[in-house]
């Protein structure tokens, strides 16, 4: 099976980041719960992967919280952030983990909801819209990439323009390990990602990164053990320890930071994207949707969102899996990306691209998929 799903976890997984996963399942215990070697072992662990990442993505070790994914730390991000009856503004391009979170807090009337239009050629246009519905807002709540048409957003440009008290928030799950993200140089207060995509680690494990110069408080989503200030009925105020409780998931950590050693972003990718590109276009009865123009694929993460006229992409989706290719089909937790797109009626195929994938496998993909439109439909 022929791999091009890299958008919902990246594979292979680092055999680095598995070795790391068995090593600390047998040697770590648990972190700030004892002074004894299991545990402190635990610690080191958790505090390496803490400064590769603070390294990584321009902050500072303490103000990187670990989580289960992105879904977890864009809630803790968006609930933390809110304040009562302030106004959140989104793209038109969002994940349900940001869209979901939001409806909850709107629902109760915490916050009302703003959002701008994505224009997929057009960054000036985008801009312009953001600037158009920011006025007064108090968070901004936005992702790096689209995971349905992989369109890259001009973040460091909306932050200008947005009001310098709105809390910024960055989603760059599908960013995070494909392109270099700080959170300094783009200006966002927080940043989102999971260890399982870009960053090829394991799944269960995610960071929320905060930005070393914009002062951001969260409040905190869960409370519970942190293993520091026991006699105190509240959370600590310090970071990492404000938004951390409970047991960290610190095999997953280990094989995160196994990830990150020696780690280098992925070249090999964009040059098997363009190909796609080109040849998918030639295909009669193929139809991309929000992808690059020729030359201008540097503003797009290597995914493609794509339908077969007359076809279902559920049904064309399973007959490439019967082909050998894994591909994902459907609306990819992201209703308002296909609304954006024109395909919320239809949904659409997604493949997407992680380094591991080859020139060759791309070529046998282009194959697999001219004989299925060249085909005769049996169900006429």
Request: hydrophobic share 40%; net charge negative.
């Amino acid at each position: 099976m022929i791999y091009f799903d890299n958008a919902a976890t990246g594979m292979p997984k680092n055999p680095a980041a598995i070795k790391a996963m068995t090593e600390a399942m047998l040697k770590c215990g648990n972190p700030g719960r004892g002074g004894h070697p299991y545990s402190v072992e635990a610690a080191e662990t958790v505090y390496n992967c803490r400064k590769k990442l603070a390294a990584m993505f321009g902050s500072r070790p303490d103000l990187v919280i670990f989580t289960s994914g992105a879904t977890e730390a864009l809630n803790i991000a968006i609930k933390g952030a809110n304040r009562r009856g302030g106004l959140t503004v989104v793209s038109s391009m969002e994940h349900n983990s940001v869209i979901r979170p939001l409806n909850v807090l709107r629902r109760r009337g915490e916050t009302s909801l703003r959002q701008f239009r994505v224009d997929i050629e057009s960054d000036a246009d985008t801009l312009e819209n953001f600037a158009a519905v920011t006025r007064g807002a108090s968070n901004i709540v936005v992702t790096h990439a689209s995971n349905v048409c992989g369109r890259v957003l001009p973040i460091k440009e909306m932050r200008a323009l947005a009001p310098e008290d709105a809390v910024f928030i960055l989603d760059a799950s599908q960013t995070a390990g494909h392109i270099p993200v700080s959170v300094t140089e783009l200006g966002a207060d927080v940043i989102c990602l999971p260890a399982h995509k870009g960053l090829c680690g394991p799944m269960g494990v995610g960071a929320l990164i905060i930005n070393p110069e914009s002062g951001v408080y969260l409040d905190s989503l869960i409370e519970g053990g942190t293993g520091t200030n026991s006699k105190s009925p509240d959370m600590p105020d310090q970071y990492p320890e404000h938004l951390e409780s409970g047991t960290q998931n610190v095999a997953g950590i280990a094989g995160l930071s196994a990830a990150l050693d020696g780690f280098a972003y992925p070249v090999r990718e964009r040059r098997v994207f363009a190909y796609l590109l080109r040849a998918m276009r030639l295909l009669p009865g193929i139809t991309l949707h929000g992808a690059p123009e020729p030359g201008k694929e540097e503003a797009f993460m290597p995914l493609i969102l794509f339908n077969q006229t007359g076809a279902d992409c559920e049904t064309l989706a399973e007959k490439l899996a019967e082909a050998g290719f894994a591909l994902r089909a459907g609306y990819h937790c992201s209703p308002a990306a296909h609304r954006t797109l024109g395909t919320y009626e239809t949904g659409g195929v997604r493949l997407s691209l992680g380094e591991g994938n080859t020139l060759r496998e791309a070529e046998r993909f282009i194959a697999a998929l001219a004989a299925l439109t060249e085909a005769p439909d049996d169900s006429k």
